[in-house]
Structure formats: structure tokens, C-alpha cells
């Protein structure tokens, strides 16, 4: 299973795009990568899935480098509804594959 | 938007007692899981379940654990004798088999105290 390293955490204010970046140098290569978000006290929540180059939707956009040992989540203007812990996943794309989930990324958003 | 629910949102319980978790999954959703997080640490994966059996257990769903799918909309999670590390946020999720996109979807967890 690739191991992830991500930032413990990160500051930002309201307004500004956030990079969170992950590190995954042990990638398969029919690894997928995915972001979750999580709130205080709720379950985590799906943010955005890539296997390589750019992917966009309404809520981010996640960049992969063509090697694929790192992926960045961008966040453009965040607010204060966006503070929260981000974890980068790495792993299978198949119904039924087990998510091993990190320590994540504890992003605080100030206004 | 189609949501997984559990019940209870707290339980409290004492050490060597059996609690029962329920979840309802997404309705059309036909993989199941369990996972937890003991306060301030990471998500955890417990089990996850198809077709009424078990297709993946980690090193924490031990024989106190157990889980079912008593009829066709509830998915349950049993511990035979609570223990004080059980004490946990315990979440649910579910996924379908469609291709595309692979998501879990969450819901909104079961605290459990073991006192």
C-alpha cells in the first residue's frame, strides 16, 4: 500500500487558493488518487479522484505531475466553511477497496 | 441527495457489554463498510461487506466484532464485550459498483463511550 505524506497542517485566509500537496513515491500503477474532507465530529466526505494530469470540479482541482509520486489539492478562495482536515488517499479504484486514510491535513482558514 | 444515516449518535455503555450500531447505506449502494476513529487519531478501516458476507477485515475486527445485514435497508455493527479502547467515533459507509469515480459516502458516525 503507497504511504502518503502530507503537511500536519496549514493557515490560510479567507479568500486565498490553497495547495495542499501529498507525497506518494510508492504509487501503483493502478493506484488512484483521492481526497476526502472531514469536519469536527462528522464522517469524512469525497472531495475529488485522479489518475494523472488535471482533474476539476466544482469544488477543486487536483494536479498530477506525469511520475505521479505527488498530487496537489487546490482550493481557490476559500472561506471559513473550509476548515477542516484533508486526507490524500492512494489506492485501489474498485468497489469494495478497503480506504486507508492518513493523518491528514488540518487546514485553518481565518477571516 | 440520497444519504447514509446511523443510529444512535451517542451511546454510552459499559465495559463488557454488548453494543449494537446501526446504519442504513445509500439504497442502491451494495458495498458496506465500518471504520473508526478513536479521538484525535486517523480513520481506521474496520470491514467492509458484499453479497452478506464478509470481503475485507483489518487486524482491529477482532472475534468481538461482528457485523450483519438483517434485511434489506439496515447494516449493523456488533461488539460482543466492550472494551474502554473501543471508545470511539464509528462510521459507516457505503459505495456502489458503477465505473467512473470511486466514492465512499459517509455518515455522520456513532460516538461510543465504554465507561
Known amino acids: 500500500l503507497a504511504k502518503t505524506t502530507q503537511p500536519i497542517s496549514m493557515d490560510s485566509y479567507e479568500g486565498q487558493e490553497v495547495n495542499i500537496t501529498c507525497s506518494h513515491n510508492?504509487?501503483?500503477?493502478?493506484?488512484?488518487i483521492t481526497w476526502y474532507q472531514q469536519f469536527p465530529s462528522q464522517g469524512p466526505r469525497f472531495i475529488i479522484q485522479g489518475y494523472k494530469t488535471k482533474v476539476t470540479n466544482e469544488v477543486a482541482s487536483l494536479f498530477i505531475p506525469a511520475d505521479r509520486k505527488s498530487s496537489t489539492l487546490s482550493l481557490p478562495r476559500v472561506s471559513l466553511s473550509d476548515t477542516a482536515v484533508y486526507y490524500c488517499l492512494v489506492g485501489g479504484h474498485n468497489a469494495g477497496n478497503m480506504l486507508t486514510f492518513g493523518g491528514g491535513t488540518r487546514l485553518m482558514v481565518k477571516p | 441527495e440520497p444519504e447514509v444515516t446511523q443510529t444512535p449518535s451517542h451511546q454510552v455503555t459499559q465495559m463488557g457489554q454488548e453494543v449494537i450500531l446501526r446504519c442504513v447505506p445509500i439504497s442502491n449502494h451494495l458495498y458496506f463498510y465500518w471504520y473508526r476513529q478513536i479521538l484525535g487519531q486517523k480513520v481506521e478501516f474496520l470491514v467492509s461487506f458484499y453479497n452478506n458476507e464478509i470481503s475485507e477485515k483489518s487486524e482491529i475486527f477482532d472475534d468481538q466484532f461482528s457485523v450483519e445485514r438483517p434485511d434489506g435497508s439496515n447494516f449493523t455493527l456488533k461488539i460482543r464485550s466492550t472494551k474502554l479502547e473501543d471508545s470511539a467515533m464509528y462510521f459507516c459507509a457505503s459505495s456502489d459498483t458503477g465505473t467512473g469515480v470511486y466514492e465512499q459516502y459517509f455518515g455522520p458516525g456513532t460516538r461510543l463511550t465504554v465507561t
Open positions: 510508492n504509487i501503483a500503477t493502478n493506484d488512484y
